[in-house]
């Protein structure tokens, strides 16, 4: 503790901690193996769309971890511009936010599938929101996107999505 009159005090607390691996620890205690290999993903590029700097920084850190290539864009704007950008099959996946600014997930989702461009149509496009009622659900498929997942994100259940649109034989 450090104290001076008139300014205040400053305490340093030092609390040890072990981290788990998320999905290390099932229920009541049982390990869980993860349904997805790390290194399942080697090669594969997915576009990280959210307006939020932080989920997109975890989001890389964590699809970069099981293989992934990840590039990352703002809003949605910005998606379908790197879409027009990138060559045809540039890109495995798009997993993105549903409300940004300027342009919302939903819209963004149609706005990539008109493209005039024959990867679009079968590339999956998953769906991340903090809204769990099927009207979400509902906005997310109309707009053609392949899956939805609420936030906070399950990793595994993430991959697991990832390794169903992916590798849809495994």
Same mark, same amino acid.
Do not use: Y
């Given at each position: 503790?450090?104290?001076?009159?008139?300014? &205040?005090?400053?305490? !340093? !607390?030092?609390?040890?901690?072990?981290?788990?691996?998320?999905?290390?620890?099932?229920?009541?205690?049982? #390990?869980?193996?993860?349904?997805?290999?790390?290194?399942?993903?080697?090669?594969?590029?997915?576009?990280?769309?959210?307006?939020?700097?932080?989920?997109?920084?975890?989001?890389?850190?964590?699809?970069?971890?099981?293989?992934?290539?990840?590039?990352? /864009?703002?809003?949605?704007?910005?998606?379908?511009?790197?879409?027009?950008?990138?060559?045809?099959?540039?890109?495995?996946?798009?997993?993105?936010?549903?409300?940004?600014?300027?342009?919302?997930?939903?819209?963004?989702?149609?706005?990539?599938?008109?493209?005039?461009?024959?990867?679009?149509?079968?590339? #999956? !496009? !998953?769906?991340?929101?903090?809204?769990?009622?099927?009207? /979400?659900?509902?906005?997310?498929?109309?707009? &053609?996107?392949? /899956?939805?997942?609420?936030?906070?994100?399950?990793?595994?259940?993430?991959?697991?999505?990832?390794?169903?649109?992916?590798?849809?034989? /495994?």
């Amino acid at each position: 503790m450090r104290s001076r009159l008139g300014e &205040g005090s400053e305490f !340093i !607390i030092t609390i040890p901690l072990k981290l788990e691996e998320a999905d290390s620890v099932g229920r009541e205690g049982e #390990p869980e193996a993860s349904p997805v290999e790390p290194a399942a993903f080697d090669g594969m590029r997915v576009l990280v769309v959210d307006d939020d700097e932080l989920s997109r920084e975890m989001m890389d850190m964590m699809l970069r971890d099981r293989g992934f290539e990840v590039q990352q /864009a703002t809003d949605g704007d910005e998606a379908v511009a790197v879409m027009e950008a990138v060559p045809e099959g540039w890109f495995d996946a798009i997993i993105m936010d549903m409300r940004m600014p300027r342009m919302s997930g939903d819209e963004a989702a149609r706005a990539i599938r008109a493209l005039p461009r024959a990867d679009v149509a079968d590339l #999956p !496009i !998953i769906a991340m929101t903090a809204d769990a009622f099927e009207e /979400a659900h509902r906005r997310a498929r109309e707009a &053609g996107m392949t /899956a939805h997942i609420t936030k906070p994100l399950n990793m595994v259940e993430l991959f697991s999505l990832l390794e169903g649109c992916l590798r849809p034989e /495994a």
